[in-house]
T-cell receptor, first 112, second 117 residues
Framework: LAKTTQPISMDSYEGQEVNITCSHN???????ITWYQQFPSQGPRFIIQ???TKVTNEVASLFIPADRKSSTLSLPRVSLSDTAVYYC?????????????FGAGTRLFVKA | GAVVSQHPSRVICKSGTSVKIECRSL??????MFWYRQFPKQSLMLMAT?????????EQGVEKDKFLINHASLTLSTLTVTSAHPEDSSFYIC?????????????FGSGTRLTVV
């Protein structure tokens, strides 16, 4: 399983765009990149998943360069409620059987 | 979207007793579910993979006789913490993924806060 490296913490202000980069140098050919958000005392919540290039949904964008050795989660115009821990995971996109191993995550703190 | 229900959300038990935590996939079938443990200010640690109809696969260092996992149906997995001790106090989380939802990652339960006194 590819190991991921993220910044331990980040600070931002309301209304700013936040970009969190994750390194996964040993990503395998069939690995997908998935980001989760976790609030205190709650289970993680899926944000976005991608394989290559760019993926966008209603809450975030995911940028993946051609070599796929890193990825960047972009949160547009963050609010106080986006204060949470963000996890980057890589793993094969099978039928539900691949293990999801969590790294340390990035603790994002959004200030007013 | 897919929903995973976890119960109880919070439990306090005495040392030496056993506690059962349930994880249900409400609107999909899950042949595989995962159980995690999370200590304060730390990341999730995978404990075991729960397989429907067969034995669970435990991660290195996790005692299978202490953390009993049963996955008797396609929608229910249970984790029983046997002979609980204060050091077992933690936040336990399960996850699963719908086969028809391969582009949306895994769905996690809301977690169970276990306190052993």
């Amino acid at each position: 399983l590819a190991k991921t490296t993220q910044p331990i913490s980040m600070d931002s202000y309301e209304g700013q765009e936040v970009n969190i980069t994750c390194s996964h140098n040993n990503i395998a050919t069939n690995d997908y990149i998935t980001w989760y958000q976790q609030f205190p005392s709650q289970g993680p919540r899926f944000i976005i998943q991608g394989y290559k290039t760019k993926v966008t949904n209603e809450v975030a964008s995911l940028f993946i360069p051609a070599d796929r050795k890193s990825s960047t989660l972009s949160l547009p115009r963050v609010s106080l409620s986006d204060t949470a821990v963000y996890y980057c995971l890589v793993g094969s996109g099978g039928t539900g059987g691949f293990k999801t191993i969590f790294g340390a995550g990035t603790r994002l703190f959004v200030k007013a | 979207g897919a929903v995973v229900s976890q119960h109880p959300s919070r439990v306090i038990c005495k040392s030496g007793t056993s506690v059962k935590i349930e994880c249900r996939s409400l609107d999909f079938q899950a042949t595989t579910m995962f159980w995690y443990r999370q200590f304060p200010k730390q990341s999730l640690m995978l404990m075991a993979t729960s397989n429907e109809g067969s034995k669970a696969t435990y991660e290195q260092g996790v005692e299978k006789d202490k953390f009993l996992i049963n996955h008797a149906s396609l929608t229910l997995s249970t984790l029983t913490v046997t002979s609980a001790h204060p050091e077992d106090s933690s936040f336990y989380i399960c996850s699963a993924r719908s086969r028809g939802d391969r582009d949306s990652g895994y769905t996690f339960g809301s977690g169970t806060r276990l306190t052993v006194v």
